[in-house]
């Protein structure tokens, strides 16, 4: 099923190639950060180890995985002080929040690597990590892949699967087994994620069951100024706020 995956990866690249060069090209935020996901300058970026020579690799998608981490972050800096802390976030707004919240916890934060196979090579060679962290979700079949073939101890923490989700994975189950039979280990939400797990083919041992890491995570400090406050929170007036 990997190979099925790279060939049609390699095809995509081939067919498209003049079109996502002009798409990137064209949006800044794409522009600015694809060199840094095709590993350009990383070595240089994450040379720097720490007294004890541990090296964690976190990874999170976006806002909701950094602000997630951020507990698992303080809780490793604690238990290995010289440790060092690699974060790698996906998206630009999660990058974005990672500078804000983890500056002075993590050593070094990163873009994601593209799920590409000489490029998650790099990205491995470069950070050379003792233990790979997957907060939540972003499975990428490569990275994870090639961890195992390393012989990286591969954590899943906060980890969910949505109904929603659960539609598209038994679809493909085999593929899908297959890619999570390469984490070592995978810490569930609930028993309902654990079910989920469980009936695409994780072995239970493999599934302990932890909660939710979003519930020990602090609030985000507000910079701005009072005044600014005032305008967007008048007094007297009823606050209604959604979220997921």
Request: charged share 20%; aromatic share 8%; net charge positive.
């Amino acid at each position: 099923m990997f190979v099925l995956y790279n060939i049609l990866q390699l095809v995509f690249v081939l067919v498209f190639f003049p079109f996502i060069i002009l798409f990137v090209v064209s949006k800044r935020k794409y522009r600015n950060r694809i060199p840094a996901r095709l590993g350009l300058g990383l070595a240089r970026k994450v040379r720097a180890k720490g007294a004890d020579n541990r090296r964690f690799w976190l990874h999170a998608l976006s806002v909701g995985e950094v602000t997630s981490a951020v507990p698992l972050i303080e809780g490793l800096r604690r238990a290995y002080p010289g440790c060092t802390i690699i974060v790698s976030v996906t998206t630009h707004t999660g990058r974005r929040v990672a500078d804000q919240l983890l500056r002075g916890i993590a050593d070094h934060i990163i873009d994601g690597p593209i799920d590409l196979l000489p490029v998650v090579h790099h990205f491995i060679r470069c950070i050379q990590p003792d233990l790979f962290i997957l907060v939540e979700t972003d499975f990428w079949p490569n990275l994870l892949a090639c961890l195992k073939n390393r012989g990286v101890p591969t954590l899943l923490v906060n980890g969910r699967v949505s109904q929603k989700s659960m539609h598209g994975y038994r679809r493909m189950r085999p593929f899908f087994r297959a890619m999570f039979q390469n984490l070592s280990c995978l810490s569930m939400q609930t028993e309902r994620d654990r079910d989920n797990m469980v009936q695409l083919g994780v072995p239970p041992g493999k599934l302990p069951i932890l909660g939710n890491l979003k519930f020990a995570t602090p609030a985000m400090a507000d910079s701005r100024p009072a005044p600014a406050k005032a305008r967007l929170l008048p007094p007297q007036r009823l606050i209604f706020i959604a979220g997921s």
